[in-house]
Nanobody, 126 residues
Framework: QVQLVESGGGLVQPGGSLRLSCAVS????????MGWFRQAPGKEREFLAV????????YYADFVKGRFSISRDSAKNTVYLQMNSLKPDDTAVYYC???????????????????WGQGTQVTVSS
């Protein structure tokens, strides 16, 4: 059974940084493309970043380029999202997601992902 467990969320001041972690179990980690999404209250879940199979490529939403960075540690079966220069608009529940096959959807689409974590709250406020 595949499980994704996020951690690292919390309260941070504007301009601060956080690193989110997502530990994956239940299947060979390199099988997965790993993505990060977020969902703010009253808004749709939106794509942030993806690291494709075996870490071959990374893609970012335009609005996080230069601020957020996705990486994976295969020895720890963990994917990370480093978030810098955080803004109040970044306040949301952050989710990691995994997929073995995208089922025809682009990586930016939530339907491309088969497995999801439970989410971790990030609040950016002074």
């Amino acid at each position: 059974q595949v499980q994704l467990v996020e951690s690292g969320g919390g309260l941070v001041q504007p301009g601060g940084s956080l690193r989110l972690s997502c530990a994956v179990s239940g299947r060979t980690f390199s099988d997965f493309a790993m993505g990060w999404f977020r969902q703010a209250p009253g808004k749709e879940r939106e794509f942030l970043a993806v690291n494709t199979w075996s870490g071959g490529s990374t893609y970012y939403a335009d609005f996080v380029k230069g601020r957020f960075s996705i990486s994976r540690d295969s020895a720890k079966n963990t994917v990370y999202l480093q978030m810098n220069s955080l803004k109040p608009d970044d306040t949301a529940v952050y989710y990691c997601a995994a997929t073995v096959r995208t089922m025809g959807f682009p990586f930016t689409h939530r339907m491309a992902y088969e497995y999801w974590g439970q989410g971790t709250q990030v609040t950016v406020s002074s």
